[in-house]
């Protein structure tokens, strides 16, 4: 038997989180009867429902994604613009894990593994993003040392855990920062960046977790191994 969410979670619809939510609003139907509240237990002979659909079991399918500039991080764009699913050929209904901007490269992983894309998205110290930002001015000690301390983001505080200085360009008075977090709000680096005066002009995630891009050159994917998808559940805290 396994929790309601969990399994609606493996069935790839949506995350755990997003499964509870359904649960509470009373989209989720098991053996044709509502639920409404969270603890109900399942086992693969009940019917579970979700919108008045049964639940499909789907393979689980797991990828790392050197995402280009301007494409979107979406499922679907309304406006016909390029989404990050392009580049992976799947009939599988995967998901981002997480969300870049359009305007931002790099490490993305996607899948349709409810409970995989959770433990990366939860905030948890063993999960860092880390991030590379070209901003437009030349960062001082003490806007480096603000960042550490935490600055605010939408009313919330938030810090990094690290960052460093990589490259200074004097003539064009920009540089290069190395920024680790450990949230995913929406824009964080760029709003924290924002908060100590400066403008992101550009940004690249370099690392997740223990995932970081290699050999991947920009719009090249490939699938993630059972041993890697194995140490993301032991991240699980
Ligand atoms: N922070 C941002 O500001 N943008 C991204 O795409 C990711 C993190």
Redesign the pocket.
Known sequence: MERLQKVIAQSGLTSRRKAEQLIKEGKVKVNGKQITELGMKVSSKDKVEVNNKPIEKEQKEYYILNKPRGVVTTTHDEHGRKTVLDFIPTTARIYPVG???YD?TGLLLLTNDGEFANILMHPNEKVEKV?IAKINGIIKGEQINKLKEGVEVDGIKVSASRVKLKKVNNKNNTCMVQITIHE?KN?????MFESVGFQ?EK?K?EKVAFFNLKDLQSGQYRKLTPKEVAKVYALEQ
């Open positions: 969300r870049l901007d931002t991030y995913g824009h964080q680096v760029k709003k992101v940004l995630r």
